[in-house]
Nanobody, 118 residues
Framework: QVQLVESGGGLVQAGGSLRLSCAASGSTFSLVAMGWYRQAPGKQRELVAQITSGGSTNYADSVKGRFTISRDNAKKTVYVQMNSLKPEDTAVYYC????????????WGQGTQVTVSA
């Protein structure tokens, strides 16, 4: 079983940067794919970025070139570095674990708010 706790959200001006972290518990972290999702008010939750156990990554078109996902298996932590933030990036961001990568997540964090002001 994997438990996930996000941190690093906050308020930032447009053009700024934030780094979100997601700390995991459990012994299978290195074997699962980790993803960052977000949900804005009135919108469906969407996958922002995902990294497989082997380190392969994929991104939503809306964040390509601005967000970078990474993982540190020794620390059981996944990160997303968010640069050139836009007001439309405002959302609650969740990390999630999936196995295999294409399956729906089996574990979710509680979410962290990211607010980008114009």
């Amino acid at each position: 079983q994997v438990q996930l706790v996000e941190s690093g959200g906050g308020l930032v001006q447009a053009g700024g940067s934030l780094r979100l972290s997601c700390a995991a518990s459990g012994s299978t972290f290195s074997l699962v794919a980790m993803g960052w999702y977000r949900q804005a008010p009135g919108k469906q939750r969407e996958l922002v970025a995902q990294i497989t156990s082997g380190g392969s990554t994929n991104y939503a078109d809306s964040v390509k070139g601005r967000f970078t996902i990474s993982r540190d298996n020794a620390k059981k932590t996944v990160y997303v570095q968010m640069n050139s933030l836009k007001p439309e990036d405002t959302a609650v961001y969740y990390c999630a674990a999936s196995a295999p990568p294409g399956n729906p997540p089996f574990a979710w964090g509680q979410g962290t708010q990211v607010t980008v002001s114009a």
